[in-house]
Every structure is written in C-alpha cells, then in structure tokens.
C-alpha cells in the first residue's frame, strides 16, 4: 500500500509534540494513566517500542503553525486544531511520522478517539507477510492486538471509519485468505463496505472493549 507521506513542517512539528508527550507518559504524575493502560493489556515495553505519549490537557495550535497545508482545511488562516487530552498513539514507517491519534477515555473507561489533522488518510497497516490479516477501526485496541498477535497476523487500523475503500486497498484485502474484520459494539459499517464483506474469506466479530482481551485469545486460537 502507497503511504501517504505529511509535510515536512508537520511532520517536524508532531514530531516534537510526540516527543513532549511521550515524555510525559513516563513522568511525574502518570500513575493513574500507566495503571489504566497496563489493565487494559499493554506492556510498558510495547509502549516505549510504540513510542505512545500523553497529553495530559487538551491544546490548541494554528493550522499554519502546526505545518497544515492550505487548502486542505477549511479557515485555514485563522482556524485552529485541537489535540485532546489522552494517548497519543503514533504511525510510523520507515522512520517517517505518518499519523498521530489521540485517544480519550470516558467516564466508563471507554475510548474515542481522534486522527490529528495533517496526518496521512492511509490506514495503519502492519505487514508481516501472513496469509491472514484482521481489521479494526480502534487506534488503541488495534496496537493491543498489534502487541499480542503481530506473529500471528498482518493488521490494519482504519481511523476514520467513513473512509472508502481505494482500489489498491480492496485488492490488498482479496489477497488474504482469511480477514477479519473488529467491530465494537457502537460501530457500524459503511454502505459501501457492502459488496466487500460479502466475500468468503472475510468473517466480522463484534466486541466490547471490556472482553477484547478474551477476543484476541479466540483471534490467537484461531490462526
């Protein structure tokens, strides 16, 4: 897959925020966070390896300053982006910087999230040359299976679960012999996902994000 590769500005300004929060993930005052992520599955080696970070308060920054290409937002000159507060989770390949996702926990603990403007639309896509791959649309949970099953399966992440499929996408998918496709209990499909999961070789497991660890156990058995 064609890796869609940010501005140099942008990637040098994420860059330096990524950098800033990572060193605020394993800092002063980062217990409570680390403990929420440590429950979930993640292992504070993988994290380091994944270079994740958190932004312990929402911030604001200009398009401009941030290294956004005009015409690419709307108020580019005075407009604004918004980094929330939460985890940042980085895609990066071949040493570029090609994405930042910050996700947040509600309330429950369960998780939102949001791809910073200026990122590649191309999906995480973890290539390891299985004849199976499995689909998800969660940052978070998609580096959980990522840590747990790399050996086992390729892995793609959508982070925008609007995005249609280009065609070179689609033909990645029919190579596989098998794909499975993640879906929380809040998601849904696109329309134009239809045609696409009708094939024989892709299976949809729903989930909640309380039993995906059961879930990548079944995902494990089953490979």
């Known amino acids: 897959m064609k890796e869609e590769i940010p501005g140099e500005i942008w990637r040098e300004k994420a860059g330096a925020f990524l950098i800033r929060t990572a060193h605020q993930l394993w800092g002063k005052h980062s217990e409570e966070i680390l403990a929420l ?17 958190w932004n312990k308060k929402t911030k604001t920054r200009s398009y401009k300053g941030f290294g956004i290409e005009p015409g690419s937002v709307e108020n580019f000159e005075t407009g604004s982006l918004s980094i929330p507060e939460g985890i940042i989770i980085p895609y990066i390949k071949n040493k570029i910087l090609l994405k930042l996702c910050a996700v947040s926990f509600n309330k429950d603990n369960s998780t939102r999230f949001k791809t910073i ?3 590649s639309e ?70 134009n996902w239809d045609n696409l999961l009708k094939k024989e070789q892709i299976n949809i497991i729903q989930y909640n994000e309380r039993n995906f660890k059961e879930i990548i156990k079944e995902i494990k058995m089953s490979l």
Not at 46 to 51: A, E, N, R
């Open 37 to 53: 992520l440590f429950s979930i599955g993640f292992s504070n080696k993988f994290m380091k390896d994944s270079l994740f970070g």
């Open 117 to 119: 403007e200026g990122s």
């Open 122 to 191: 191309t999906p995480f896509f973890f290539n390891y040359d299985k004849s199976n791959c499995n689909l998800i649309f969660n940052p978070l949970y998609g580096f959980l299976l990522k840590q747990e099953a790399s050996s086992l399966t390729d892995i793609i992440i959508i982070d925008n679960n609007e995005k249609k499929f280009s065609l070179e996408f689609e033909s990645i998918l029919e190579n596989y012999e098998k794909v499975v496709v993640l879906l929380n209990d809040v998601e849904k499909l696109p329309q």
